[in-house]
């Protein structure tokens, strides 16, 4: 008798109850399909990583002597799509049950869902023992509650049902539930960046599979000097070092941007987190141990920060996803339609935050969070871009992108495109953020301080005609309504030349 367990790309996790004890019995799957590749233009260094960390996972497994059924991307009998090659590896070892974790993506979800349906054999499907909350956790949580779904109350719920950063008498550590007033400075050189924690890799030889097998892919690949983690232990050595080295200045430069660093002190490990070769508890738990362990280093606003990203917008970001699948894919509250610039498939832009922030992401498959809100995001935001468009790039270029935490922020906390289910107001800004956090506009062909000469930075027309068309919707928003009714509030001249600017940059968007 012989039990099927398919393991996904994603399900990387060696500490999964399904792998205490060996059963010769059981048959673990992972494969290398075109249907993954292929779902979205993928950056190279994302099918890399996935591919390599499935690899190093079945290794692994061998070793300890688990029973592995390996399909690589360019083998002979691989039909490239999970139920063709499960219905040959089902019949040829005359499986009797079939098994899975649950996938974190909705369509995957279905896909397996019908599988087990008309697999003809007894199925059954497991937790990935990976999030903290259910998928349904989220709706739980505000049943009842009406009104906006606020990430702050779901964290703070959080915190409490973990335990972590909460006092022995239930009140949260330090007084407070957070200190984001302390996380807004911008970067000046000082304290020095930290030198980098990445690994060192050469995967050529696995990207000469990949490219033989026809898989279409865009950006650097770094074969040669790989630096994402593909195993557990190297993902608790990034661990280590960014909490040694990174998290004593990541809260003061949580939003901060530099040409110099494409990191700052930001931990890079939302890769590791999100194919579960790290746990969000243990990597919460272990920045809490750094802080209670020399709290002057390792001060409570950094590690409160950087906890709630974890423990509470990464499973907030998970609940919206399963509570709002499938119709949050077509969201497009704003009505926006203009295509996807071509620059953000070459970097070549004469506006130096693209220029900088594109370049990076097509070189390192990497952007922290700022960079694709607050630059990136923006401009597609305020340019009135197709939010399909940008959700699909930034699905296909970021190593760390999987749709399940990748479509909410997009959709939601960067375009809007819900019309506020998840965020309370639309992220955007003028040249003037972007040049009071970065060090991008120095030195661009555009000026920051300028919204409608021949070298008005583009930021600044986009920005103001987005609160002109928008003003009605966003005129009472708390948050921002003050920005709409200053622009409902302009000159009938100051609205004209400013609509007429915006319009002429959208008409020559792909010049820029």
């Known amino acids: 008798m012989t039990t099927v367990r398919l393991l996904l790309g994603d399900q990387l996790n060696p500490e999964h109850p399904w792998f205490d004890r060996v059963e010769p019995t059981v048959l ?47 083998a002979p009998d691989n039909a490239q799509g999970f139920e063709e090659n499960l219905r040959r590896i089902l019949a040829e070892t005359g499986a009797t ?8 993506e909705w369509r995957l979800d279905r896909a397996l869902e019908a599988f087990r349906r008309g697999c003809g054999l007894p199925s059954s499907v497991v937790s990935a023992e990976h999030f903290l909350d259910g998928r349904e956790g989220l709706s739980t949580h505000f049943h009842g509650r009406g009104g906006r779904w606020m990430m702050e109350s779901y964290y703070r719920a959080m915190r409490v049902r973990t335990g972590l950063l909460m006092a022995a008498d239930g009140k949260p550590e330090g007084g407070a539930w957070n200190f984001d007033h302390e996380n807004r400075k911008p970067w000046k050189g000082a304290p020095a960046a930290p030198r980098p924690w990445d690994m ?7 990207w000469a599979e990949i490219e033989a097998a026809g898989v279409r892919t865009f950006g650097a690949p770094s074969a040669s000097c790989f630096p994402w983690p593909v195993d557990r232990a190297e993902a608790l050595a990034q661990l280590d070092a960014f909490l040694e080295r ?5 809260g003061d430069f ?13 931990s ?9 070769l790290l746990s969000p508890r243990e990597v919460a738990e272990a920045a809490i141990a750094r802080h209670q362990a020399d709290p002057a280093r390792h001060p409570l606003a950094a590690t409160e920060g950087f906890v709630r990203q974890i423990i509470g917008w990464r499973e907030y970001i998970r609940g ?6 499938p119709g949050y894919a077509t969201s497009n509250a704003l009505g926006h339609d203009l295509p996807l610039p071509a620059w953000f498939w070459t970097g070549e832009v004469r506006m130096n935050c693209m220029r900088h922030s594109v370049g990076q992401s097509l070189e390192t498959a990497y952007a922290h969070h700022i960079q694709r809100l607050m630059v990136l995001g923006s401009f597609c935001l305020t340019a009135g871009v197709a939010p399909a468009e940008v959700e699909r790039w930034y699905l296909g270029v970021y190593i760390d992108a999987f749709e399940w935490v990748e479509m909410p922020n997009v959709l939601g906390m960067s375009q809007y495109a819900d019309g506020g289910l998840l965020a309370t107001k639309p992220y955007c800004c003028a040249a003037s953020y972007v040049s009071k956090m970065s060090d991008y506009c120095r030195g661009c062909a555009y000026d920051p301080k300028d919204r409608l000469g021949e070298r008005a930075c583009p930021l600044n027309a986009l920005y103001w005609d987005f609160w002109l068309r928008h003003a009605e ?21 100051d609205k004209t030349a400013i609509r007429a600017k915006a319009a002429a940059l959208r008409a020559r968007i792909d010049e820029l």
Not at 32 to 57: C, N, P, W, Y
């Open 200 to 206: 060192a890799h050469d995967h050529r030889a696995l």
């Open 246 to 250: 990174g998290l004593p200045g990541f």
């Open 268 to 276: 890079r490990l939302s890769f590791a987190l999100n194919v579960k």
């Open 320 to 325: 919206v996803y399963w509570a709002r699948m």
């Open 473 to 493: 919707r966003f005129g009472d928003n708390p948050r921002v309504g003050m920005a709409a009714r200053q622009a409902a509030a302009m000159s009938d001249a």
């Open 97 to 104: 049950r079939f098994e899975h974790q649950e996938p974190d």
């Open 254 to 266: 949580e939003d901060a941007m530099h040409s110099t660093s494409d990191r700052l002190f930001h």
């Open 28 to 74: 673990y799957v992972l494969m290398e399909v075109r249907s993954e590749t292929d779902h979205v233009l993928h950056h190279a260094q994302k099918v890399l990583a996935i591919f390599a960390g499935m690899r190093r996972m079945a290794a692994q497994l061998e070793a300890r002597g688990h029973r592995v059924h390996y399909t690589a991307i360019g």
